[in-house]
Each structure stands twice: as structure tokens, then as C-alpha cells.
């Protein structure tokens, strides 16, 4: 029996004459949990919840779901469901509407924060959130500790999607063994102003944490329209953003990559780039996508990544690189391609790139077929000598600075352009706003009021 909300006779009197008018866009009711919370209760502010899961059962389109503060300790006993490899966690299955999203929020300022350190079911996958319904909305949520438990090759996931039109917002992932969000099927989801870091396996194929990037996006055909948006990776044991072996176009704008490929005290561990951008692997030419997608990454930054800043990872054909900076990396563009037969690598064909900063590394630009790109006001295709004295600041600390508070990144001056900066109006105008004559190279525009 399904615990619903006190309503009134007015409540029931508004459903009734909707009804008869032929409208389905009623009022939206709300639902609370709390780590004091019962799941026997009716899930009211004065009587919450104790789990997401319960408060699923209730829901309906237009409701919202307000997550008290506190740390909830999450018990092997709570998975929702198993499924061959894959223990659930939270299974949030139900769907909004369009019109009507189901929302799953922190309460005001409060701050949620899931612990699954003890959740280890042997053999299985373990995903804490996954979400397969549509039109949700989860924002300002917090996981930690998510386990893996299989020595063999595995992964676990904070939070698996695949659903379509979702959006993930100010979503922290960190300290635990697992990808922080990971996306295969679903469209025009929004990964908005989220943070995965120190995410680390030291348990699979050897400990070496090969399987642990901060975001991974590899729809599946027909999964279109997904978007990364101010989002932030650092200190996780792989790369930063991924979307390998990806069958339709994934777009990363505004986002920071940093320090991946290392664990805190800088220790290497596995590949460690910052952008991951395609790339098939050892699939055969029959398995490929028809056709090869283009990615587009523009207005990030990668820094002191252990690999690459920007990797094009053998992909096939081109991808778009507008005004992204790179400073410090192992190499800070790498444009590797591959041909048609996706096995022999060529230096990069096919990409569009526009308004690219490099800066602080011997190995600027690697794997570069200059005759069979686009290339158009660059750093590194310009003639250009840069120094320090370019930069209002170079303490790549900053990058993990604390959010603004409506979770935007923050303001920082790290690689911002001094106001005698050859990089300033240095730029070519690609269709995105910028101040002066023209933008200038880079992820961040000069202001002058700012400068």
C-alpha cells in the first residue's frame, strides 16, 4: 500500500474540476526524506522519509522530492534491485513529463551527502544512483564511498543515467572507487555545474585504476544531444571526460580537467587525460557508427593532467576544439586519428580548430596533420612567443576552488589574459560573444572591467 500526501478537499475539488475541464497540469505536491526519516511514514517535512527509493514509490510528475541534510549511511540491505552484474542502489525508474519534471533536491542550503562504503554485494557492479526514467531533475546531491568489489575488469558508478531529457545539477561524486556519472542511452541530458574527484580502484585488474573517470558519455545510437555544462574532474585514477566508443555527438563546454591520472600526493596512476574525445578502440569496421560522430569541446581547460590535456584518442575523422586552454599537461593538444579500417593511427585529420590556447608544456601540440585540419587563430599556428607575464595567474590550486553559491564555477584568475596580452582580440569570431574586436584565444575572455 503506497504511502500518498494529506490533501484537502480543496486539493480534491481542483483534481475534479480539472478533470472536467480536460487538464492534466495539477498541482505538484512535495515529499521529504531525512537520515532520521522512516520509510513507514507518510514522507511529510515533519514526518519524512528515510530513503530516496521510498519516496519513488509516491511520486508523480510535478512532485518534488526534498533531501534533508545530514549523511546517510547507506546498508547493503537497501539495494532496490540486482540484475545479472548490476546492484542497484537507488532505482529512480518513474518518469516526468515535459511540463512536469520529478525533482530530487538537496532541501535549501542543506547538504545530503550518500555514503556506500558499506555497500560491497559480492560479484556485483555496484551503481548507487541509476537513473533510466525521463524528465527527473536531480541537483545538489552528494556520494562518497562507492565501493567495487570485483578483482576481475569492472566498474562501479555514482551515477548511472539512462534516461533522456535529465538534468544533473550540482552533483558532488568523490572518494570513493567509481566513475562519478556515467551516460549511455538517453537524449538531451544536461550534466550541469558537477564535481568528480578522487575517485580511485584500487581493487580491479590489479589495483591500477584504469576504469575510473570522472565523467563517462558513450550513448548508443539515437542518443543524441547530450551536454556537459561547468562541470569539474580532478584526481581521478583515468581521465577526466571520456566518451569513447560514443555513437552520437557529445558536447563538453565551460569544464575543468585537472590532475587526472594521479592520486592526491601525485602519484601516477593510469592514462590521465583531461578530455578523452572518441575513439573506437579495437571495434571492427562493422561495429562502428555510420556515421562517425564529431564532438565538440569548447571553452574548457585542462591542467596538469598526467597524459593529455586534449586527447582525440584515434578517433576517426575530426572533432571541434574551440577556445579551450591546456597549461601543464603531459602533452596539451594530442590530435592522434585513425583511418577508415580503425586500426592504423595517422596524425590528426578532419578537426576543427579554432581560438586554442597552449601553454607550460614542452609537448604543446602533438599528432597533427596541419594540411587536413581546419586550423584558424591559434596559439600554436600563429606567430606567437608567450610568457608568464601573459597571464594574470598561474596557480592551477585554484581550479578546485569552492563553487559560487548558485553553483556556478568559481572566479578565479588562473589563465586569465593580462590587458598587453597577445592573446587578446587574438581570436577569429566563430559564432559565441565576445568583448573588443574580435574573441580573443582561450577559454577565458578579457574583460576589461575585470582585467
Same mark, same amino acid.
Given at each position: 500500500?503506497?504511502?500518498?500526501?494529506?490533501?484537502?478537499?480543496?486539493? +480534491?475539488?481542483?483534481?475534479?474540476?480539472?478533470?472536467?475541464?480536460?487538464?492534466?497540469?495539477?498541482?505538484?505536491?512535495?515529499?521529504?526524506?531525512?537520515?532520521?526519516?522512516?520509510?513507514?511514514?507518510?514522507?511529510?517535512?515533519?514526518?519524512?522519509?528515510?530513503?530516496?527509493?521510498?519516496?519513488?514509490? @509516491?511520486?508523480?510528475?510535478?512532485?518534488?522530492?526534498?533531501?534533508?541534510?545530514?549523511?546517510?549511511?547507506?546498508?547493503?540491505?537497501? !539495494?532496490?534491485?540486482?540484475?545479472?552484474?548490476?546492484?542497484?542502489?537507488?532505482?529512480?525508474?518513474?518518469?516526468?513529463?515535459?511540463?512536469?519534471?520529478?525533482?530530487?533536491?538537496?532541501?535549501?542550503?542543506?547538504?545530503?551527502?550518500?555514503?556506500?562504503?558499506?555497500?560491497?554485494?559480492?560479484?556485483?557492479?555496484?551503481?548507487? *544512483?541509476?537513473?533510466?526514467?525521463?524528465?527527473?531533475?536531480?541537483?545538489?546531491?552528494?556520494? @562518497?564511498?562507492?565501493?567495487? +568489489?570485483?578483482?576481475? &575488469?569492472?566498474?562501479?558508478?555514482?551515477?548511472?543515467?539512462?534516461?533522456? $531529457?535529465?538534468?544533473?545539477?550540482?552533483?558532488?561524486?568523490?572518494?570513493?572507487?567509481?566513475?562519478?556519472?556515467?551516460?549511455?542511452?538517453?537524449?538531451?541530458?544536461?550534466?550541469?555545474?558537477?564535481?568528480?574527484?578522487?575517485?580511485?580502484?584500487?581493487?580491479?585488474?590489479?589495483?591500477? #585504476?584504469?576504469?575510473?573517470?570522472?565523467?563517462?558519455? $558513450?550513448?548508443?545510437?539515437?542518443?543524441?544531444?547530450?551536454?556537459?555544462?561547468?562541470?569539474?574532474?580532478?584526481?581521478?585514477?583515468?581521465?577526466?571526460?571520456?566518451?569513447?566508443?560514443?555513437?552520437?555527438? @557529445? +558536447?563538453?563546454? &565551460?569544464?575543468?580537467?585537472?590532475?587526472?591520472?594521479?592520486?592526491?600526493?601525485?602519484?601516477?596512476?593510469?592514462?590521465?587525460?583531461?578530455?578523452?574525445?572518441? #575513439?573506437?578502440?579495437?571495434?571492427?569496421?562493422?561495429?562502428?557508427?555510420?556515421?562517425?560522430?564529431?564532438?565538440? @569541446?569548447?571553452?574548457?581547460?585542462?591542467?596538469?593532467?598526467?597524459?593529455?590535456?586534449?586527447?582525440?584518442?584515434?578517433? !576517426?575523422?575530426?572533432?571541434?576544439?574551440?577556445?579551450?586552454?591546456?597549461?601543464?599537461?603531459?602533452?596539451?593538444?594530442? *590530435?592522434?586519428?585513425?583511418?577508415?579500417?580503425?586500426?592504423?593511427?595517422?596524425?590528426?585529420?578532419? $578537426?576543427?580548430?579554432?581560438?586554442?590556447?597552449?601553454?607550460?608544456?614542452?609537448?604543446?601540440?602533438?599528432?597533427?596533420?596541419?594540411?587536413?585540419?581546419?586550423?584558424?587563430?591559434?596559439?600554436?599556428?600563429?606567430?606567437?612567443?608567450?610568457?608568464?607575464?601573459?597571464?594574470?595567474?598561474?596557480?592551477?590550486?585554484?581550479?578546485?576552488?569552492?563553487?559560487?553559491?548558485?553553483?556556478?564555477?568559481?572566479?578565479?584568475?588562473?589563465?586569465?589574459?593580462?590587458?598587453?596580452?597577445?592573446?587578446?582580440?587574438?581570436?577569429?569570431?566563430?559564432?559565441?560573444?565576445?568583448?573588443?574586436?574580435?574573441?580573443?584565444?582561450?577559454?577565458?575572455? *578579457?574583460?576589461?572591467?575585470?582585467?
Amino acid at each position: 500500500m503506497k504511502f500518498m500526501p494529506r490533501r484537502g478537499i480543496g486539493y +480534491t475539488l481542483m483534481v475534479f474540476l480539472a478533470g472536467m475541464a480536460g487538464v492534466t497540469n495539477v498541482a505538484a505536491s512535495e515529499f521529504y526524506v531525512a537520515t532520521d526519516g522512516d520509510d513507514n511514514q507518510p514522507g511529510t517535512l515533519e514526518q519524512p522519509f528515510a530513503s530516496i527509493h521510498r519516496a519513488q514509490e @509516491v511520486v508523480g510528475p510535478g512532485d518534488t522530492v526534498f533531501v534533508r541534510g545530514g549523511t546517510y549511511h547507506v546498508q547493503e540491505s537497501q !539495494i532496490s534491485r540486482t540484475e545479472r552484474i548490476w546492484a542497484y542502489v537507488t532505482w529512480l525508474h518513474k518518469s516526468g513529463t515535459p511540463d512536469n519534471r520529478i525533482n530530487y533536491w538537496a532541501y535549501q542550503d542543506e547538504q545530503p551527502v550518500f555514503d556506500f562504503s558499506e555497500v560491497r554485494p559480492r560479484g556485483k557492479r555496484v551503481h548507487a *544512483f541509476e537513473v533510466t526514467g525521463s524528465w527527473i531533475h536531480l541537483r545538489g546531491l552528494e556520494v @562518497v564511498g562507492v565501493q567495487v +568489489t570485483i578483482p576481475s &575488469h569492472t566498474q562501479s558508478i555514482c551515477f548511472a543515467n539512462n534516461g533522456s $531529457h535529465n538534468i544533473f545539477e550540482q552533483l558532488s561524486m568523490h572518494d570513493g572507487h567509481a566513475i562519478g556519472i556515467y551516460s549511455v542511452r538517453g537524449s538531451d541530458n544536461l550534466f550541469l555545474n558537477c564535481d568528480a574527484y578522487r575517485n580511485d580502484d584500487p581493487v580491479s585488474e590489479g589495483g591500477r #585504476g584504469g576504469n575510473v573517470d570522472g565523467f563517462g558519455c $558513450h550513448p548508443t545510437p539515437g542518443s543524441t544531444g547530450n551536454v556537459f555544462r561547468g562541470c569539474r574532474a580532478w584526481f581521478n585514477s583515468d581521465d577526466g571526460f571520456d566518451c569513447i566508443s560514443a555513437s552520437e555527438s @557529445v +558536447t563538453f563546454e &565551460h569544464c575543468w580537467a585537472f590532475w587526472n591520472g594521479y592520486s592526491p600526493g601525485f602519484e601516477r596512476r593510469a592514462d590521465g587525460n583531461g578530455f578523452k574525445a572518441g #575513439g573506437y578502440g579495437s571495434l571492427s569496421v562493422r561495429r562502428l557508427p555510420s556515421p562517425i560522430p564529431r564532438h565538440r @569541446v569548447q571553452f574548457c581547460v585542462a591542467a596538469k593532467n598526467k597524459n593529455c590535456g586534449f586527447y582525440a584518442n584515434h578517433h !576517426i575523422g575530426g572533432v571541434d576544439w574551440f577556445n579551450n586552454t591546456a597549461f601543464r599537461n603531459g602533452a596539451n593538444f594530442n *590530435f592522434l586519428s585513425r583511418l577508415p579500417d580503425n586500426v592504423t593511427d595517422v596524425p590528426g585529420y578532419g $578537426h576543427r580548430i579554432k581560438n586554442n590556447l597552449s601553454f607550460g608544456s614542452r609537448n604543446s601540440v602533438v599528432q597533427l596533420n596541419y594540411e587536413e585540419c581546419e586550423l584558424s587563430h591559434n596559439s600554436f599556428d600563429i606567430d606567437m612567443e608567450l610568457s608568464e607575464k601573459d597571464f594574470v595567474g598561474l596557480d592551477e590550486s585554484q581550479l578546485a576552488a569552492p563553487r559560487q553559491t548558485n553553483g556556478e564555477l568559481p572566479r578565479i584568475s588562473l589563465l586569465h589574459l593580462t590587458p598587453d596580452s597577445p592573446l587578446v582580440d587574438a581570436g577569429v569570431d566563430i559564432g559565441f560573444p565576445f568583448h573588443g574586436q574580435t574573441p580573443d584565444c582561450g577559454a577565458f575572455e *578579457f574583460v576589461p572591467s575585470e582585467g
